[in-house]
C-alpha cells in the first residue's frame, strides 16, 4: 500500500496521488500499491479504491491511448519515487508513434471555481519535455460532453530529480466534471514518471494590474545627444503625472532627428545617459525602457536598457537582428534574448528590425515574457500584432515610422499613434484569460505545441 496523504483541512478539494517507478528492464511492470484521492469539502468526498497487485487496474484510474497500436507501456512503479512508493510511470515501448497515458476522473466540479493541479514528473530518454510530456484537464458536462478545450500545464519548477508543474484554472461554464490526464507523446525509448500529484478547489489568483506607459516622440533638428536626451526626460515628467508602472521610450533616442552617428553617440553601460534616465525612474517610480548605443571594447551595439524603479540599470539587450544599414555603420549583433524580472512580473524587448521575424518574440514568450516592449524606428504595425498574436503576450512599442501602440496578447490594438508628442498609459491584467471559443488558452497551447525539436537552421541548408 502506498502512503495516503491529505492536504490541510483549508482545501475545499483535494487529493493526493503517490506513486513510483522502476527503469529497470525498460518497461517492466514491476509492482502496484495503494492510492487514495480524499476530498474534503462539505457533502463531497471522492475515494480510490486500492491497486489490485494482480492486473495493476484501478477503479479510477485508467489507461488512454488514440489508437491502440501507439498505446504506451503504463505500470505502476513501487522502486523509484519521489517521496513515497508508488509512481504512475509512462513507456514509449519502442513505439515511435507513441501517445498516451493515464486518466483520472473527478466529479462534482464547480463551474466558475478555480481548481489548482500540481503534479511532480521525471524523465528518462525523453529529448523534448516541454512537447512530449503532457499534465493537462479536460472538463465535461452533466451529459458527459467535453466542455470547451483542455487546460494544459506548462510551468515548471526544477526541484531536485523531480520536475513540479502546475495549473490553476477556473472551471469552464457547464463542467460538472474534469478529467486528470497524464501523458507521454513520441518518445519510443522514453519514460515519464509521475509523483505526488495534487488537485484542489483554490481562491481566484488575485489582479495583476499594471499601469504600461508609451511615448510617442521624434524629435528634429535638435543639436545633439544631450539636447535630444532632455527632450526625453521632459517626456517622461509627461507621461509621470497618469503614474505608469513602465514606460517605453524610442530605438537609438541620442541620435534620432541630429547628425550625431551611432558609433559616436556609443557609450558604456551604465553610462552618463542611463545615469540620467535612472533619476528620473527613482523620481516617478517607475521603470524605463530606452534604446540607446553601447560600446563595449571595439563593439558598438543597438541596445535597450531596463532601468528599475530605484533608477538602477537591471538589464540590457542588444539588439539581434541588424539591418543592413546597422551592420554597414560597424554595429555588432547581439547574441541572446534575455528575460527580465520585474515587480509586477516577466517582460523582454526586442528592437525594431527583430519584429520582422518570429523566432526573437517566440524566444522571449517561451522563457516567460508577459510584455515585450519594443523601442522602433521603422516597420509596420501588423507585424508588432502578429508578434503579440502569435506568441499571447502583450506588447509596447514607441516608433518614429511606425505606430507608438499598445497590444493585447489576442493581437487587438489598444492604442495605437504616429503623432509626435502623444503619450498614453494603459492599465493591463497580466492575471487576465483570453479565450479562444475554439481553442481555448492559447497561451497554454502555444507552450506545449511549439516545436523546438525541429532545426530551422538545418532546413535552411538544404537546397532541394
Known sequence: MGRINALPSTSVLAGIVRHSFSAARGCLLLSLAGLCLSCLAEGFKVELKDFDRTDGTSARWTTWAPREEIKPRCFVDSVHFRSAPDALAICGNGN???????????????????????????????????????????????????????????????????????????????????????????????????????????????????????????????????????????????????????????????????????????????????????????QHRMYIVAGLFEREGQAVYNTAVLIDRQGNVVGKYRKVYLPREE?????????????????????????????EYVDPARALAVQGAEIIFVPAAGGYLIQLQARALENHVYLVSSGYDVETAIINPQGEVLHATRESGVYK????????????????????????????????????????
Open 425 to 464: 498609459t494603459i492599465p493591463i491584467d497580466l492575471q487576465e484569460r483570453f479565450m479562444n471559443p475554439w481553442l481555448g488558452d492559447m497561451r497554454p497551447r502555444f507552450h506545449k505545441e511549439i516545436r523546438w525539436d525541429i532545426p530551422v537552421a538545418e532546413l535552411a541548408d538544404r537546397h532541394d
Open 96 to 282: 515511435a508513434a507513441e501517445y498516451g497515458g493515464w486518466v483520472y476522473p473527478i466529479e462534482n466540479i464547480k463551474a466558475g471555481r478555480y481548481y489548482r493541479l500540481t503534479a511532480y514528473y521525471r524523465t528518462e530518454s525523453v529529448q523534448y519535455e516541454q512537447r512530449q510530456v503532457v499534465a493537462r484537464l479536460t472538463w465535461f458536462d452533466q451529459q458527459g460532453r467535453q466542455v470547451g478545450q483542455a487546460d494544459h500545464a506548462y510551468e515548471t519548477s526544477v526541484e531536485g530529480e523531480w520536475k513540479r508543474l502546475m495549473l490553476r484554472v477556473p472551471a469552464l461554464d457547464q463542467a460538472v466534471r474534469v478529467n486528470l490526464e497524464l501523458r507521454l507523446g513520441w518518445a519510443p525509448q522514453g519514460t515519464v514518471w509521475w509523483d505526488d500529484i495534487s488537485f484542489e478547489e483554490t481562491a481566484p489568483p488575485a489582479p495583476r494590474v499594471i499601469r504600461v506607459g508609451s511615448v510617442s516622440l521624434r524629435p528634429r533638428d535638435t543639436a545633439n545627444k544631450e539636447a535630444n536626451l532632455n527632450v526625453f526626460l521632459q517626456a517622461l515628467d509627461e507621461i509621470a503625472k497618469d503614474r505608469p508602472d513602465i514606460v517605453c521610450l524610442g530605438e537609438a533616442i541620442p541620435v534620432v532627428g541630429n547628425s550625431e552617428t551611432s558609433v559616436g553617440a556609443a557609450e558604456e553601460i551604465p553610462g552618463p545617459i542611463t545615469s540620467r534616465l535612472g533619476e528620473r525612474a527613482r
Open 327 to 355: 551592420t554597414d555603420a560597424g554595429l555588432t549583433p547581439g547574441m541572446a534574448y534575455p528575460v527580465f524580472t520585474t515587480d509586477f512580473g516577466k517582460i523582454g524587448i526586442m528592437i525594431c528590425w527583430d519584429a
